[in-house]
């Protein structure tokens, strides 16, 4: 019995002892490895960035096709650190672009649909910077069929976050309405803190739209999330300034929170 029992436990510590040491194996050479690119793309030509891309691109293009053992969260993970220096490396984006955005959330969603954090750079990534919004939504799209209400626990937020694509980058207001919709509905089952509020705020969003395909009031709320969720001040900055130009004003409170005055005309 005893030696059984050992045997079950070596069985479970042994993946779990060898996904960590591939963890911390990963994030001591990405470190580095982000330093370098950060230094190379301040003086890299734009035709060398571009080279770069390209062998980016084939390595992305395996990683698609490649079994992962059962190790797929490890995976999606790898990838998602391997984009953050990508998204986060300006210098060399502004010499080529963002048109590899969506190939690391193929790999990413493809690996892991449940890793809800990433759909928002995503979204942010491939619609706003790649200006790819088909694409983004097709991710979001692809991702969504494996989730549930509350599997996993505020997978509502994908349904707004297609919304929100849907609103602002296609302009597909029946869409989106039919998005924050689902999203309420879905918020409405959740028993996460927060999860009522999130269901009146994408309920208001969709009866906006209901009443007004052009509601200022639905592309500012839109927008307000998007503020509220930005990955980096870049995207911050977008989203204030999209926000005021639909007329309404944007405030900044000293806890660093934002508070969003109403358009006056809807």
């Known amino acids: 019995m005893q030696t059984r029992l050992h045997q079950n436990w070596r069985q479970i510590l042994i993946p779990i002892l060898v996904m960590l040491l591939c963890m911390t194996a990963i994030a001591a050479l990405q470190i580095p490895q982000l330093q370098r690119l950060l230094n190379h793309s301040q003086t890299e030509s734009a035709e060398q960035l571009r080279r770069t891309v390209d062998i980016e691109k084939n390595r992305l293009t395996f990683l698609k096709q490649l079994p992962s053992f059962g190790y797929q969260n490890l995976l999606a993970d790898w990838t998602f650190l391997s984009f953050l220096q990508y998204f986060g490396d300006e210098a060399a984006r502004s010499k080529t672009d963002y048109r590899l955005s969506p190939d690391y959330f193929e790999v990413i969603l493809g690996r892991d649909p449940y890793f809800l954090q ?4 995503a979204s942010t990534s491939t619609a706003l910077y790649a200006g790819m919004p088909e694409k983004s939504i097709a991710l979001i799209q692809q991702g969504l069929q494996s989730l ?10 994908v349904w707004r976050q297609l919304g929100i694509d849907q609103l602002l980058f296609l302009g597909d207001a029946q869409a989106a309405k039919q998005s924050f919709e689902t999203a309420a509905n879905w918020a409405r089952l959740s028993d996460l803190a927060g ?24 592309q500012v709320s839109a927008w307000t999330m998007v503020l509220g969720s930005a990955p980096d001040d870049r995207t911050q900055k977008i989203a204030i300034s999209r926000i005021e130009a639909l007329g309404s004003k944007v405030v900044k409170h000293p806890d660093g929170s934002f508070g969003i005055q109403a358009p006056a005309k809807d």
């Open 118 to 121: 990433t759909y928002i750079f």
């Open 195 to 218: 999860s009522a509020n999130v269901a009146e705020a994408s309920q208001q969003t969709a009866d906006f739209l209901s009443k007004n395909p052009s509601s200022k009031t639905a």
């Open 148 to 157: 549930k209400p509350n599997v996993p626990a505020g997978s509502y937020y």
